[in-house]
Every structure is written in C-alpha cells, then in structure tokens.
C-alpha cells in the first residue's frame, strides 16, 4: 500500500502501460495488478505482476561448472529432470 500522493488512474494506467510495453519482449505474461487492476479512482503506486519468457537451454542437463549449472543440480537435484525439463513443472 502506497504512503504517497495518488494520481487519477487514467494518467496512472498510461504510465503503466508504457512500462509494460518495453518489457513486453521478454515477457510471456504481463499484467496490472492492484489498485490498477481494480480501477480505482485515484492510485498511489504502480504494480505489475510478470511471467518471464523461458530462456532456451536454460532447462537442459548441466554440462560444466558453471553458476547455471550449479543452480540447476540445487534446483533439481530432487527432482524428475525429464518432467521439469518437458516445462510440466511450470504450468498450473
């Protein structure tokens, strides 16, 4: 919850709107949230609730030692890496 001075949602939503076309490429979902979402006369802060874009091979099996490599054997180290590398982990 914002402490500061609300702005009318129009110029609110507009402002909001550009920041999320820029991040719009690497995104696969993205959306308002909040005040915004509700349209609210006035509103206080901006929140935006976002899916990135999966990166490719970011998935696939270790292959050296790398800080991604290490993630992922913490990650998935208890894990089907099959099933989490087909993406089922990821949808609802």
């Known amino acids: 919850m914002s402490t500061g001075p609300k702005r009318p949602y129009n110029k609110v939503m507009a402002a909001a709107?550009?920041?999320?076309?820029?991040?719009?490429?690497n995104y696969e979902r993205i959306k308002v949230a909040d005040s915004l979402r509700r349209?609210?006369?006035t509103i206080g802060d901006i929140?935006?609730?976002a899916?990135?874009?999966p990166i490719c091979g970011l998935l696939a099996e270790p292959?050296?030692?790398?800080l991604v490599d290490?993630?992922?054997?913490?990650?998935?180290?208890?894990?089907?890496v099959a099933e989490?590398?087909?993406g089922n982990e990821f949808r609802s």
Not at 63 to 66: A, E, M, S, V
Not at 70 to 80: G, I, K, L
């Open 17 to 25: 709107q550009s920041v999320i076309n820029w991040l719009a490429p």
């Open 39 to 41: 349209h609210k006369d």
């Open 47 to 49: 929140e935006i609730v």
């Open 51 to 53: 899916i990135p874009t």
């Open 63 to 66: 292959t050296g030692d790398t």
């Open 70 to 80: 290490a993630v992922y054997r913490r990650r998935f180290s208890t894990r089907n």
């Open 84 to 86: 989490t590398a087909s």
